[in-house]
């Protein structure tokens, strides 16, 4: 199993990231021809977005972390179908039991119930 979750440690790590890499990236040197190399210009920064998806719109990211575990999983077993779902189960396991944003995610999405539903789009993390 060690070997798979090292081929793939890069899907995995986006299964399970709270934000998305926010850059302007230099297209020059990324889609030149030789070794791949990736160029940042300016700041790099980390999107974040709101606590819940946009109306329609399938959760992403940190809003992930707000619904029930099992929902989770499946979430991130279907955009992800190559992955082995052993692996990702524990990984989600060991997330929810010891980082601390998972608490803090949850918590927002309390006080998130707590607004009236034609407010709630418009609250950004």
Do not use: C, W
Request: glycine share 6%; net charge negative.
């Amino acid at each position: 199993m060690s070997k798979e979750f090292k081929a793939n440690i890069q899907q995995y790590n986006s299964a399970f990231a709270f934000t998305s890499v926010g850059v302007d990236e230099d297209e020059a040197v990324t889609y030149g021809q030789g070794q791949y190399s990736f160029r940042i210009q300016g700041d790099l920064h980390h999107n974040a977005g709101g606590i819940l998806p946009p109306p329609g719109q399938p959760a992403i990211f940190a809003q992930l972390y707000i619904h029930d575990p099992v929902a989770q999983l499946r979430l991130r077993e279907q955009r992800n179908p190559n992955l082995n779902s052993i692996i990702m189960t524990e990984l989600q396991a060991m997330l929810n039991n010891t980082h601390p944003y998972v608490a803090l995610y949850k918590q927002a999405f309390q006080i998130m119930s707590e607004i009236p539903l034609n407010q709630q789009h418009n609250v950004a993390i």
